[in-house]
């Protein structure tokens, strides 16, 4: 069978058919008088093989091994599917996501999409000085990058670039979305996805739209240092539900003093100083308390306004 046919019952184009007997994937068993390539029956299935093949994705030279190396076992031919597949996938469930976020950012003009698309590939930069650049450059504000910043700050180990992120966060215009965005990091398993996340809510500042009340959720964090940024954040706001972690920050000597200076503050709020006062002479007279923490406890009393020290002692 000539090339002509084959191209016509094959599907293939002679241009294509040609490529495949320079790389040896499919070369014609025969040739004719004339030099003509000749093909033969098993030469036609190889070609169907080789099409079969190309429709799963392989490359031309991921076939050739397929088809020439007898060590290349089925099961291998499929991991490599696997792999490619779930690579392609990956790529396009990350574009996917791009474009989503470009559409969330409601884009009046060009300009917003091609800010938006820069804070994106920036922030996905292996280089840590490179995401720090971003996020204090031009592409780093402005409307559609709350929610981006705070996948971000959820994401960010390098402690420079997740401060720059947290203050980009707390300059953006919409701080709702911001809390909503971190509420998720909240409820994340990895303790520190949540620390991340809680450093970011306290820095939204007090008005951030529902950004107490998740503050105060998390007071019952298993993680100390997720439910010590939240108490220290809440007593300055003057939040009493704040006064058992604080004591037991003083108790742990975990960041005791600002822990004491919050306590103190609060107490000055006639509605948690008998609470403050008993609660810190409850725990220096526990037979458990080491003498360093009884220390801590005492400095803690110290601080507080004289009429409670004096409630305290049984003035």
Same mark, same amino acid.
């Given at each position: 069978?000539?090339?002509?046919?084959?191209a016509?019952?094959?599907?293939v184009?002679?241009?294509?058919l040609?490529?495949?007997?320079?790389?040896?994937?499919?070369?014609?068993?025969?040739?004719?008088?004339?030099?003509?390539?000749?093909?033969?029956?098993?030469?036609?299935?190889?070609?169907?093989?080789?099409?079969?093949?190309?429709?799963?994705?392989?490359?031309?030279?991921?076939?050739?091994?397929?088809?020439?190396?007898p060590?290349?076992?089925?099961?291998?031919?499929?991991?490599d599917?696997?792999?490619?597949?779930?690579?392609?996938?990956?790529?396009? #469930?990350?574009?996917?996501?791009r474009?989503r976020?470009?559409?969330?950012?409601?884009?009046?003009?060009?300009q917003?999409?091609?800010?938006?698309?820069?804070l994106?590939?920036?922030?996905?930069?292996?280089?840590?000085?490179?995401?720090?650049q971003?996020?204090? $450059?031009?592409?780093?504000?402005?409307?559609?990058?709350?929610e981006?910043?705070?996948e971000?700050?959820?994401?960010e180990?390098?402690?420079?670039?997740?401060?720059?992120?947290?203050?980009?966060?707390?300059?953006?215009?919409?701080h709702?979305?911001?809390?909503?965005?971190l509420?998720?990091?909240?409820?994340?398993?990895?303790a520190?996805?949540?620390? #991340?996340?809680?450093?970011?809510?306290?820095?939204?500042? *007090?008005?951030a739209?529902?950004?107490?009340a998740?503050?105060t959720?998390?007071?019952?964090?298993?993680?100390?240092t997720v439910r010590?940024?939240?108490?220290?954040?809440?007593?300055?706001? $003057?939040?009493g539900?704040?006064?058992?972690?604080l004591? *037991?920050?003083?108790?742990?000597?975990?960041?005791?003093?600002?822990?004491?200076?919050?306590?103190?503050?609060?107490?000055?709020?006639?509605?948690?100083?008998?609470?403050?006062?008993?609660?810190?002479?409850?725990?220096?007279?526990?037979? /458990?308390?080491r003498?360093? /923490? #009884?220390?801590?406890?005492?400095?803690?009393?110290?601080?507080?306004?004289?009429?409670?020290?004096?409630?305290?002692?049984?003035?």
């Amino acid at each position: 069978m000539l090339i002509g046919e084959v191209a016509r019952r094959s599907g293939v184009s002679t241009r294509m058919l040609r490529h495949y007997d320079t790389l040896g994937l499919v070369r014609p068993t025969g040739r004719t008088v004339g030099g003509y390539r000749e093909y033969s029956p098993d030469d036609v299935r190889r070609i169907f093989h080789v099409q079969s093949l190309r429709s799963l994705g392989l490359s031309l030279q991921q076939i050739g091994r397929a088809l020439e190396d007898p060590a290349f076992t089925p099961s291998a031919l499929v991991g490599d599917l696997i792999r490619w597949t779930e690579d392609r996938l990956e790529r396009e #469930r990350e574009l996917l996501d791009r474009l989503r976020a470009i559409d969330a950012s409601g884009p009046g003009d060009w300009q917003d999409v091609l800010r938006v698309v820069a804070l994106m590939q920036g922030l996905g930069s292996p280089s840590a000085a490179r995401r720090q650049q971003t996020v204090l $450059g031009p592409a780093g504000g402005g409307d559609g990058a709350t929610e981006l910043l705070a996948e971000a700050v959820l994401a960010e180990s390098d402690p420079h670039v997740a401060g720059a992120l947290r203050w980009a966060l707390a300059r953006s215009h919409d701080h709702g979305a911001a809390v909503a965005a971190l509420a998720a990091g909240l409820d994340a398993d990895d303790a520190a996805v949540r620390r #991340r996340a809680v450093r970011a809510v306290v820095e939204l500042g *007090a008005d951030a739209p529902g950004a107490s009340a998740l503050l105060t959720d998390v007071l019952g964090d298993a993680d100390p240092t997720v439910r010590g940024h939240a108490a220290l954040a809440l007593g300055r706001r $003057g939040a009493g539900d704040a006064v058992p972690v604080l004591v *037991a920050m003083v108790v742990a000597g975990d960041h005791d003093v600002e822990a004491a200076e919050v306590l103190a503050s609060l107490s000055r709020d006639h509605g948690c100083a008998d609470r403050i006062s008993t609660a810190l002479t409850a725990e220096l007279a526990a037979p /458990t308390a080491r003498s360093a /923490t #009884r220390i801590r406890l005492v400095q803690a009393l110290v601080e507080l306004p004289g009429t409670v020290c004096g409630r305290s002692s049984g003035a």
